[in-house]
């Protein structure tokens, strides 16, 4: 079954930059939603972004947009999250999951909607 191994998380002062990795296997990448979502204490998780590999369709939560950049190696089944100019709202524990999809609709991402996760990444962002 489909497996996902987060890395990269870390403290960083705002402004500074991450690059979260997916480690994916047991999935065909062009039959599924791939996703970033991040959960802070006292919230909800959110979808930040997601992306169909298979399309190179991509999504950005509005609070990301210009900051964040979700990517996908499909040859070494790998998704990526590259965050820049991080602010302290950033900061939550981030996690990759995947979806299957048969329609190739992504977006928006939500939660209930994800059937593979990973165990999460810590991002702490300080002012």
């Known amino acids: 079954q489909v497996q996902l191994v987060e890395s990269g998380g870390g403290s960083v002062q705002a402004g500074g930059s991450l690059r979260l990795s997916c480690a994916a296997s047991?999935?065909?990448?062009?039959?599924?939603?791939m996703g970033w979502f991040r959960q802070a204490p006292g919230k909800e998780r959110e979808g930040v972004a997601a992306?169909?590999?298979?399309?190179?369709?991509?999504y950005y939560h509005d609070s990301v947009k210009g900051r964040f950049t979700v990517s996908h190696d499909n040859a070494k089944n790998k998704l990526y999250l590259q965050m820049n100019s991080l602010k302290p709202e950033d900061t939550g524990m981030y996690y990759c999951?995947?979806?299957?999809?048969?329609?190739?609709?992504?977006?928006?991402?939500?939660?209930?909607?994800?059937?593979?996760w990973g165990q999460g990444t810590q991002v702490t962002v300080s002012s």
């Open positions: 047991g999935y065909t990448y062009s039959s599924y939603c």
């Open positions: 999951a995947t979806r299957l999809t048969t329609d190739g609709i992504c977006f928006p991402p939500s939660p209930h909607d994800y059937s593979y």
């Open positions: 992306i169909n590999a298979g399309r190179g369709w991509t």
